[in-house]
C-alpha cells in the first residue's frame, strides 16, 4: 500500500473580479470578499488528481494536509469528496500570512508526523504568493528531492518517476522514494466528485492540529517580511477605435499602428 | 551579517552566449553594487561555461566564478546546487540575483533553506534602501493584481528577478575583470535524480521572448482555425503567436507558446490581444510590451484596462479586415 500526501492550499479564488479585489494595506493581505468563497488552490488540485491517477491504478492512502489560519470546511473538504482517503487540517492563529519559512516548517512537522510516506505532492505555486518555495522548503527539511513541474507522476516499485516539463520541452526523470513532486495542470484537471465519493466525504477522517499539536516552537519568525502590499494604479486609457463596422475600425486601427510607426 | 559583502549574479547561457536574462540580472546588480559600494560578481555553472566569463565582464561584473564539468552540461538540481553552495561560500556575498527561470526558481528557494535565509522570487523592481542598506524587492502577488515590497533580515538576500524587467548595461568588451575557477568536489554518483529521458520540442518561428510582435489568442478563438488566422498576422509582422492558457489546455496551440505567470514573459514593441479577456496572470506575461493592442468583443473585459488601443467586436468580423490591410501597409 503506498502512502501520498497531498499538501493544498486555501486561497482567495484567483479568478475573482478585479472589481471585487481589495488590499487591506494595514494587514498587507488581500481581503477576502464576500462575493467569493474561497478556492483550493488550482495548481494544488492538479496534485491530488496526480495523487487519484497514481490510485487508479495501485494500492494507495491519500491524505490531504491543508494549511491555514482559518479553513472553510466545505473547501477543503471537496479534497475528499474528490477521491482522498483522509483529511488533516494545520489550523493555528499564526499560520496567517505568506510566511515561506513557517508553512513549510509546520508542513514538515506534520508529514513527519503522519509517518511513512512514499510520495508528496503540491501544486508548483500558490495561487495567491505565485511563488513556489514552500515545496522546495518541505523536501530541503525532509531531505528529500523535490521535482518540480511534473505532468506524470508514477511509483514504480521503490522509486518515483515523473515526466517534468523544460521550457523548450520535456524530460523523464526517476529518484527513490519518498520524494516531492510538484505538479502544473498538464497533469490533468481534478476530477470530477461521483455522487457516492461525495456522499462518503462526511465520514471520512478529518483531523485538526495546531502548531502547539506540531511540536513547533512559537514565535517562528519568517525569512522576509513583507513592508508593504499594494494595488498598482492602472493609467492606462484605451482608445477604441470607432467605424461604422468592425471592418472600417480595423482599418482604422491599423493606419493608427502605422502612425505610430510600430509596424 | 557584516562578513557578506558584494553581489553575486547567477548567469545562465545558451545558444553561444549569455542569456538576455544575464545581462539584464548583470544590469540590475552593477546598480545594486554601486548602491552599496561593492563588488558585482557573476557564476557560471556548466560545461563550456569560461566561453562566457568575458562577456560577464563586458557585461559589469568585476569578478566570474566558474565550476567547469562534463557532467554539468545539462541542468540538474543536487549537483549545481552543490556547486554554487561552494561558490557562496568562498564569496560570501550580501546580495545574490538569479533569474526567474526554470533553473533560477529551482536553485532560490534551495539555496535559502539551506542557508537559512529568505530567496523572494519573481521580482519586478530591486532597490537599496537608504537607511537600512537592506535589499527592497518588489514582486507580483494574486497573480499580478497587487505589488508587494519585501524585506530580507537575514545574509545571503536571495532574489529572481522577471524577464525583460531590469536594463543591461551596454555592453563594454574593454572592461577588465578576474576570472577564477572553482573546483567542487561533486560525486556524480552521489546523485539521486537520474535522467532517462531528454526531449527538446522547440516551436518553430520567431522565438516568443525575442519576437518584437506577438499576437495572442485566448478562449474566445474557439478552435485551431482561429490560432491559424492569428499566424497569418505574425507572419506578415514577422512576429510569434502567443496564447493564454485555456486554448493551451484545449490544444488549440502548443503549451511552449503560453504567456504569463505560468507561461512565457514577453516584452515586444507590438502585442495583439485577440479574443482574450486579460485576466492578470496573462497580462502579467506581457505588461511590459510598448504598444498593446486588444480585439474583444466584451466592452468590458479587463484587457481593455491595459490596452493603448482596442476595436469593440467579435474578432472574426475584424481579422480578415485587419490582415488585408496590415499585407497592404507592412507586408
New interface residues.
Given amino acids: 500500500m503506498k502512502n501520498i500526501v497531498v499538501c493544498m492550499k486555501q486561497v482567495l479564488d484567483p479568478e475573482v473580479p478585479l472589481s471585487l479585489f481589495k488590499i487591506d494595506t494595514e494587514a498587507k493581505l488581500a481581503v477576502l470578499p464576500k462575493a467569493t468563497p474561497p478556492v483550493l488552490s488550482p495548481f494544488d488540485e492538479n496534485a491530488l488528481e496526480a495523487a487519484l491517477k497514481i490510485k487508479d491504478s495501485q494500492p494507495a492512502t491519500i491524505t490531504v494536509l491543508s494549511l491555514g489560519k482559518k479553513l472553510t470546511r466545505a473547501v477543503v473538504k471537496a479534497s475528499l469528496a474528490a477521491g482522498a482517503d483522509q483529511l488533516f487540517l494545520l489550523e493555528d492563529e499564526s499560520f496567517g500570512d505568506f510566511n515561506t519559512f513557517l508553512t513549510a516548517n509546520a508542513l514538515e512537522a506534520a508529514i513527519k508526523k503522519l509517518g511513512q510516506n512514499d510520495l508528496i505532492l503540491c501544486g508548483i505555486q500558490a495561487a495567491d504568493t505565485n511563488a513556489g518555495q514552500v515545496s522546495i522548503g518541505i523536501a530541503s527539511l525532509l531531505s528529500m528531492p523535490c521535482i518540480t513541474f511534473a505532468r506524470k507522476v508514477e511509483l514504480v516499485g521503490d522509486s518515483v518517476k515523473v515526466e517534468r516539463t523544460l521550457p523548450e520541452g520535456y524530460e523523464v526523470v526517476e529518484v527513490p522514494a519518498p520524494a516531492v513532486v510538484t505538479t502544473s495542470y498538464e497533469v490533468g484537471a481534478l476530477r470530477e466528485p461521483d455522487v457516492e465519493a461525495f456522499m462518503s466525504a462526511g465520514k471520512k477522517p478529518l483531523t485538526v492540529w495546531n502548531a502547539q499539536d506540531l511540536g513547533l516552537e512559537s514565535g517562528i519568525t519568517g525569512r522576509t517580511s513583507f513592508l508593504k502590499m499594494y494595488q498598482p494604479a492602472r493609467d492606462t486609457r484605451c482608445e477604441i477605435m470607432e467605424g461604422a463596422s468592425p471592418e472600417e475600425k480595423a482599418v482604422k486601427l491599423v493606419t493608427k499602428l502605422k502612425d505610430i510607426k510600430v509596424i | 551579517m557584516s562578513e557578506n559583502k558584494g553581489v553575486l549574479v547567477y548567469c545562465e547561457a545558451a545558444g553561444g552566449k549569455l542569456t538576455p536574462m544575464a545581462t539584464e540580472l548583470l544590469g540590475a546588480g552593477s546598480r545594486l553594487a554601486a548602491a552599496l559600494g561593492e563588488e558585482l560578481n557573476a557564476v557560471l555553472i556548466g560545461s563550456g561555461v569560461s566561453d562566457f566569463a568575458q562577456e560577464a565582464i563586458a557585461y559589469g561584473a568585476q569578478k566570474v566564478y566558474l565550476v567547469e564539468e562534463p557532467f554539468l552540461k545539462d541542468y540538474s538540481?543536487?549537483p549545481y546546487l552543490m556547486a554554487l553552495e561552494e561558490v557562496v561560500r568562498q564569496v560570501a556575498p550580501e546580495i545574490i540575483l538569479l533569474g526567474q527561470?526554470?533553473t533560477g526558481?529551482?536553485l532560490?528557494?534551495?539555496l535559502?533553506?539551506?542557508l537559512?535565509?529568505?530567496?523572494?522570487?519573481?521580482c519586478t523592481a530591486l532597490e537599496i534602501d537608504p537607511a537600512s542598506q537592506r535589499l527592497?524587492?518588489t514582486r507580483?502577488?494574486?497573480?499580478g493584481?497587487?505589488?508587494?515590497?519585501?524585506?530580507?533580515?537575514?545574509n545571503p538576500q536571495i532574489a529572481t528577478v522577471r524577464a525583460k524587467a531590469m536594463a543591461p548595461l551596454a555592453k563594454d568588451s574593454t572592461r577588465q575583470g578576474q576570472v577564477i575557477k572553482v573546483a567542487v568536489g561533486i560525486e556524480p554518483a552521489a546523485i539521486?535524480?537520474?535522467?532517462?529521458?531528454?526531449?527538446?520540442?522547440?516551436?518553430a518561428g520567431v522565438k516568443l521572448e525575442e519576437a518584437r510582435?506577438v499576437v495572442s489568442g485566448g478562449r474566445g478563438m474557439g478552435s485551431t482555425d482561429g490560432f491559424k488566422q492569428l499566424a497569418e498576422i505574425a507572419g506578415v509582422?514577422k512576429g510569434a503567436v502567443g496564447a493564454t492558457?485555456p486554448p493551451c489546455?484545449k490544444k488549440w496551440i502548443a503549451?511552449?507558446q503560453q504567456i504569463g505567470?505560468?507561461g512565457?514573459v514577453v516584452s515586444p514593441?507590438?502585442y495583439i490581444a485577440v479574443g482574450l479577456s486579460g485576466?492578470?496572470?496573462h497580462v502579467s506575461g506581457f505588461s511590459s510590451a510598448?504598444?498593446?493592442?486588444?480585439i474583444n468583443k466584451d466592452p468590458e473585459a479587463?484587457i481593455?484596462?491595459?490596452?493603448?488601443?482596442?476595436?469593440?467586436?467579435?474578432w472574426k468580423?475584424?481579422?480578415?479586415?485587419?490582415t488585408a490591410?496590415?499585407k497592404e501597409?507592412?507586408g
Avoid at chain 2, 481593455?304 to 467579435?314: E, L, Q, R
Avoid at chain 2, 468580423?317 to 485587419?322: G, K, Q, S, T
Wanted: hydrophobic fraction near 50%; proline fraction near 3%; aromatic fraction near 8%.
Fill in positions: 538540481t543536487e527561470t526554470a526558481r529551482d532560490a528557494p534551495w535559502a533553506f539551506h537559512n535565509t529568505g530567496a523572494t522570487m519573481d527592497l524587492m507580483p502577488v494574486y497573480g493584481n497587487a505589488l508587494a515590497v519585501q524585506v530580507c533580515e537575514f539521486k535524480t537520474r535522467v532517462i529521458e531528454r526531449k527538446m520540442e522547440a516551436a510582435v509582422l492558457r489546455d503549451d511552449t505567470l505560468t512565457k514593441d507590438l485576466a492578470s496572470q510598448k504598444v498593446i493592442v486588444a479587463n481593455f484596462k491595459v490596452a493603448h488601443y482596442g476595436i469593440v467586436a467579435d468580423a475584424v481579422l480578415p479586415a485587419f490591410k496590415l501597409v507592412a
